[in-house]
């Protein structure tokens, strides 16, 4: 069996030693373009939860990390002169460049061989009888096959630049900062005893506004942003005591959500993908790294299980990596979406909040507090004395009809509940359907628009799907200033307090059963 692989990072490069590992009569053969000591970007970042299948298949990573990595248990959430702490969040990081160095070592230990500054198509590779494509986001090898693979691309909002920094963080840390031009947020973590990565993002018109964009990002990779790192260095002077940003490849982007339905081909000869030449996930929630290496496990692993057998192998592999790979997609779409919004998040909440609204993006109160009790105890105690009452209370409202109009039974009155404007009623409510995709929240937002210059009591939000149901709740009472009650039946208390505590909605509904086992009296 001879097997090319195209890529020689972290994902290409595991694959590689675990098949020779696997049966030493296999010859792979590591195809990169660039050298071996070239890398682009700074650290790769790690949760403790995430490794142990990595470790449990070769020791290569958990060796790296525990003698060249750092480790952390707290995340801080640095807004308005204020640093919140939350624990329970095991991570640790390693300099790329030191990664790839031992993974390169280890892939030749096992036989690998590794051919460096040597670019390779399909062309090239007709004597091998397996190709397998982990050559990155910009992958050649799949914008060969994109019409057999069924790929599709979701492109952020926001923008982002990845620096390094030689100020070292405590662990990863997230500064948000209001300068002249807009809201800056920063993602940074240590990665060596000197270094940490300094990952910043924006919004597109404090990008302008700032005049960032003049930097032409379609030359070839190499030269770096420098009057964005200038400008970056004096916004953030004050958070990372004057130290300096530092450069590699560092240029604005936005991200890019990648998602394959077909992670294998079989014409004009056999391929697999692995890593983000077929998915990627937003940095915010899922290590690329990470799910590369998980990849490259299960395509080495159902190959030596199905004899080579590329027919049933390949199959089998894309059946054992997808269905992960999509559940961190999944959870990193509300990750991204919090990303494009920070901004009015900066401006809308105190830091307490904030800090919650941020870490809830993804889970719940009752799975935060798993991890972190005493953050989630804080932020409760918050909210008691900023309202006087636990979450829930006086917040629970009981929802009839689902038809053209509804009616909501608040603790001190009932409202009519309509699609459509009503001056005439004293005291009405708007009935705003949500969208099935993001796709039409800009046409919900103008119905919104419509519906509030008739001066409705609130708006209840309905239909749609959980996400969009709270992005637009969160419109209505952060652009518009008015109560937004989000009716879902199938919200449990654990959800519904999650809901309020973050300032997502200020009310939850559904109908008389569905809120029966959480209603709280204040």
Not at 16 to 42: C, H, K, Q, W
Not at 189 to 208: G, K, L, M, N, Q
Not at 247 to 272: L, Q
Not at 484 to 503: H, K, P
Request: glycine residues 10%; negative net charge; charged residues 25%.
């Amino acid at each position: 069996m001879r097997i090319a692989v195209v890529g020689g990072g972290p994902g290409g490069l595991f694959f590689a030693t675990l098949i020779r590992r696997a049966d030493p009569a296999v010859e792979v053969t590591v195809f990169e373009r660039n050298r071996a000591d070239d890398s682009f970007g700074f650290g790769v970042v790690f949760s403790d939860r995430t490794l142990a299948g990595i470790h449990e298949a070769d020791p290569v990573l958990r060796e790296a990390l525990a003698a060249h990595g750092r480790h952390w248990e707290d995340i801080e959430v640095w807004l308005k002169g204020e640093r919140i702490r939350c624990g329970g969040n095991g991570m640790a990081a390693i300099a790329r460049r030191t990664l790839l160095a031992l993974m390169q070592a280890r892939a030749e230990q096992s036989g690998a061989e590794l051919r460096f500054r040597t670019e390779v198509g399909l062309a090239d590779l007709s004597g091998y009888d397996l190709v397998v494509a982990a050559d990155g986001a910009g992958s050649r090898i799949r914008e060969r096959l994109t019409a057999r693979l069924d790929s599709t691309v979701r492109t952020a909002g926001a923008k982002f630049i990845w620096f390094g920094t030689d100020y070292l963080f405590d662990g990863l840390t997230f500064i948000h900062e209001r300068g002249p031009d807009g809201v800056f947020a920063v993602h940074g973590y240590p990665i060596s005893a000197d270094t940490s990565t300094f990952i910043v993002e924006c919004d597109e018109a404090s990008w302008r506004t700032a005049g960032l964009d003049a930097f032409d990002t379609t030359q070839p990779p190499g030269p770096s942003d420098l009057a964005t790192k200038s400008y970056l260095e004096k916004l953030f002077a004050d958070r990372i005591d004057g130290h300096q940003l530092l450069v590699n490849n560092s240029r604005w982007g936005n991200f890019r959500t990648r998602r394959t339905r077909r992670w294998y081909t079989f014409e004009p000869a056999p391929v697999a993908l692995l890593g983000d030449a077929v998915h990627t996930a937003h940095f915010s929630v899922g290590s690329g790294t990470k799910m590369a290496m998980e990849d490259a496990i299960a395509l080495s692993r159902t190959l030596v299980e199905h004899g080579y057998d590329l027919s049933s192998a390949l199959p089998a592999y894309e059946a054992a990596a997808q269905p992960s790979v999509v559940a961190i997609q999944d959870a990193a779409r509300p990750s991204l979406s919090w990303w494009e919004r920070f901004g009015q998040y900066h401006d809308a909440f105190e830091p307490w909040q904030f800090a919650y609204h941020f870490l809830t993006r993804s889970i719940t109160d009752a799975r935060l507090a798993r991890r972190a009790p005493d953050f989630v105890r804080a932020t409760h105690e918050e909210w008691r004395v900023a309202h006087g009452a636990e979450p829930l209370a006086g917040r629970t409202v009981v929802v009839t009809g689902h038809g053209a109009y509804a009616t909501a039974e608040l603790p001190d009155t009932e409202l009519t509940l309509l699609p459509h404007a009503d001056p005439g009623r004293p005291r009405w409510g708007a009935w705003l359907a949500a969208p099935e995709d993001e796709a039409g929240l800009a046409a919900a937002e103008a119905t919104l628009a419509r519906l509030i210059e008739s001066g409705p009591a609130l708006v209840a939000v309905h239909g749609g799907t959980r996400f969009t149901r709270s992005l637009l709740t969160e419109h209505v009472r952060l652009r518009h200033r008015l109560p937004a009650l989000l009716v879902d039946d199938g919200l449990d208390r654990d959800q519904a307090t999650t809901a309020v505590l973050s300032g997502r909605t200020d009310l939850v509904g559904g109908r008389s059963e569905a809120v029966a086992s959480w209603k709280v009296s204040p």
